[in-house]
């Protein structure tokens, strides 16, 4: 540390003075980065190993080069679209990770089946490649056509996730050439499958015989298990298709009536928590820096008494700032900050939310405080997940409204941090006109002026001195400016020029003044908002419950006041309107490309119709997790139907090529099953496998982006 100060000049102050990183938010990207390489390397081996059991050690390692080949390509690609390397792209690539093998496992498995029915390397390459090309080249612009509604989400959300359909789309449209032109490439020299490898070492041969088993395993599986069951189901077909509908009747009622739950954004856990402090205004600097001090006092107890895994203490820095809010950037003698820096998520047995609860519940009630506001850095977009706002001409009736609001709020269990953004002003003596007046023709403006004439004063004139010009101001005498008793022998002129004294004709009054007035639409306005603990309740829910009653009565009780939804229900409502728009035209345009590709009208109902159906995994894995659904989720859905899609279309052509030849309805159904089992098998593998060590991902860099 010494060294860094003699570097900055800071060796005059000796060790009075110190450097320390404060809100390093740099470290996020190295962490995302090393959370890319990690998943990266981990999401490869389970990918390869997959392969390699399948299929062939060779062919393994090819497919799986396309992955660290299609990635190399998408950035070259967003390079030339104007997009950088963030936390946001990193996430994407992270998640893209199991799906851009996708293509290149088809095609190698096709070009695999063809050498292990005896034909030599290269036509078998060829031939592999050919017979696959078109459903895979239908698969990536599936995916592609899925993804691309993200691009135009609207509000905060649509900032917040645009990259990631641009990466993913990069890279898939890379990873098609790569498995059509450059994959065949490296395949056209596999060995041959019908001859038996003797190895000497034995290890190769322990592996070769297991590989062998499994091998042989998977054939009995799709022989004697699978095909059996593919006949049965289509046998029973209509008892088949009441089953599954129900079971996603059940599923989407399970979602509808809120036994699984819906929140707008994940609770990330965060290691900053930042709490603010406002008395009113006029409020000497030392009152607020007491009320500082008991936020600091009881944050210390906190961190003394909460234990870490890695046994440090829990409250790494704190900064406290007294006369201003750094964050917001206000500043103002009334005002505090404290902004506490924790160690890492992983380090610790407490939610950032969690410590952010015991710490409002230890400063409990501050004398005089106009509002202590309790704030974590969650990584997504800014918002309270609750917030209303009241709009009316009459600010007190607003006010009135604001406080039965609050009041309301606080009865829902999990719902704190109730306040509204309406701040009294110091306190101001007010006029107000009497009958009187108005007879004598008097307006508001009139002894507004005449008192701010007398009071402020008037420019009478100027005078030329020299090259100076001064300025000749007119106002009642010192003494008689100096105390509010003087009110009662200021008289007031009126139109015809007589003078009356000022209590005839106004009534004065003390009242508090307002700091700011915030209109829309040229209604004044007072926002309500408030935090929830997502382990008790979640903002949906409170929100529904007060549209079901309480704020019609509201809107009753006090006519002329309208209120609307703001904060992160308004932003999920902006994305949620941009997904209704996207998703319906993102199912038209795969519905017109599968149609293209297979000349047909229902074969492509009959492909989109597996999307709902998929939509009943994402559900279940939400419960069976212990997630809760979020806008992120819903992203991970749009893009999920284009994964499904791919499988649907692989599987559809190989039963065309098989009704081409002549066999049955039902034998070619079976047939093509059994022919694409370990295609279809291994890109949902291969897609789980890339995606699992995100979803067992324990840092906070991870969890907003786990349940997409």
């Known amino acids: 540390m010494r060294d860094k100060n003699r570097e900055l000049g800071l060796m005059g102050l000796g060790d009075r003075v110190q450097l320390e990183v404060w809100l390093n938010t740099a470290v996020y990207i190295e962490q995302r980065i090393d959370m890319l390489v990690r998943n990266g390397i981990i999401g490869l081996t389970l990918v390869f190993l997959l392969l390699w059991i399948f299929l062939d050690i060779r062919l393994a390692f090819w497919v799986s080069a396309a992955i660290p080949i299609s990635l190399a390509g998408a950035m070259f690609l967003m390079l030339l ?22 293509d290149a496992i088809i095609v190698g498995e096709s070009i695999y089946y063809h050498r292990k029915q005896g034909m030599k390397p290269i036509p078998a390459a060829v031939e592999g490649t050919i017979e ?33 359909p641009t990466v993913v789309i990069c890279a898939l449209l890379v990873s098609l050439v790569e498995c059509l032109i450059v994959l065949p490439a490296h395949l056209n020299s596999l060995p041959d499958m019908q001859k038996k490898r003797v190895y000497t070492n034995p290890i190769k041969q322990m592996l070769s015989v297991a590989r062998k088993r499994f091998y042989d395993g998977l054939e009995w599986l799709i ?18 298709l009441a089953l599954i509908t129900a079971i996603l009747l059940v599923t989407m009622g399970m979602l509808q009536g809120g036994l699984v739950k819906f929140e707008f954004f994940p609770s990330v856990d965060s290691t900053y928590i930042v709490a603010e402090l406002e008395f009113p205004e006029g409020t000497p600097l030392s009152v607020t820096e007491q009320g500082a001090e008991k936020l600091e006092k009881a944050i210390a107890e906190i961190g003394r008494e909460l234990n870490t895994r890695s046994g440090e203490p829990l409250v790494k820095a704190m900064q406290s700032s007294v006369g201003m809010k750094l964050i917001n950037e206000q500043m103002g003698q009334h005002l505090a900050e404290v902004i506490v820096e924790f160690v890492d998520a992983e380090d610790r047995y407490h939610h950032s939310r969690e410590i952010m609860r015991m710490w409002q519940d230890r400063v409990g009630t501050i004398p005089g405080v106009v509002s202590i506001n309790f704030e974590s850095d969650s990584g997504g977009p800014p918002g309270k997940p609750i917030e209303i706002w009241l709009m009316g001409r009459e600010l007190g009736k607003l006010q009135q409204a604001s406080e039965e609001l609050k009041t309301e709020l606080r009865t829902f269990a999990g719902v704190f941090q109730v306040e509204d953004d ?36 008037d420019e009478a004139t100027r005078i030329q001195r020299g090259r100076d010009e001064v300025k000749v101001w007119v106002r009642y005498p010192r003494e008689e400016r100096a105390s509010l008793a003087s009110l009662d022998s200021i008289r007031i002129r009126t139109p015809r020029g007589d003078e009356v004294p000022l209590p005839v004709v106004a009534d004065l009054s ?45 809107a009753e009780r006090y006519p002329g006041m309208t209120w609307s939804l703001e904060g992160e229900k ?16 993102a199912i038209l345009g795969i519905y017109l490309l599968v149609a293209t590709l297979f000349r047909s009208y229902v074969q492509p ?38 994964v499904v899609v791919n499988d649907a279309i692989v599987y559809i052509e190989a039963a065309n090529q098989r009704l081409a030849r002549g066999m049955s309805l039902v034998e070619a159904l079976v047939d093509a099953g059994a022919r694409r089992f370990r295609a279809i098998v291994l890109t949902t593998g291969t897609t789980v496998g890339g995606l699992t060590p995100l979803l067992m991902e324990q840092s906070m860099q991870a969890q907003f982006l786990i349940p997409m």
């Open 510 to 554: 003390v009242e508090p003044g307002y700091t700011t007035i915030t209109r829309k639409e040229g209604l004044r306005r007072i926002a309500v908002t408030a935090d929830v603990f997502s382990e008790i309740t979640n903002a949906t829910e409170v929100i529904n419950s007060l549209q079901g009653g309480f704020m019609q009565d509201l």
């Open 132 to 164: 696959v090309a078109m459903p895979v080249t239908a698969a990536v612009l599936t995916s592609c056509i899925a993804f691309a509604p993200m691009l135009f989400i609207d509000g905060i959300m649509g900032k917040f996730v645009g990259v990631i």
């Open 223 to 240: 022989d004697y298990t699978y095909r059996p069951t593919v006949a049965i189901a289509l046998s029973w077909r209509y008892a088949t």
């Open 605 to 642: 109902i009959v492909i989109l119709l597996t999307v709902p159906f998929g939509i009943i995994g994402a559900i279940w894995g939400h419960i069976a997790l212990g997630y809760t659904v979020t806008i992120m989720s819903l992203f991970g859905v749009v893009a999920l139907s284009g």
């Open 422 to 457: 309406f701040r009294p002003g110091k306190r101001e003596l007010q006029a107000t006109l009497k009958p009187t007046a108005r007879t004598l023709g008097l307006t508001t403006s009139d002894l507004a002026n005449q008192l701010r004439q007398g009071f402020y004063g």
């Open 570 to 585: 308004r932003n999920s409502q902006e994305s949620l309107d941009s997904l209704f728009i996207g998703f319906p035209l």
């Open 81 to 102: 679209v104007g997009e950088t390397i963030n936390m946001i792209s990193l996430f994407a690539m992270i998640m893209v990770l199991g799906i851009i093998a996708d």
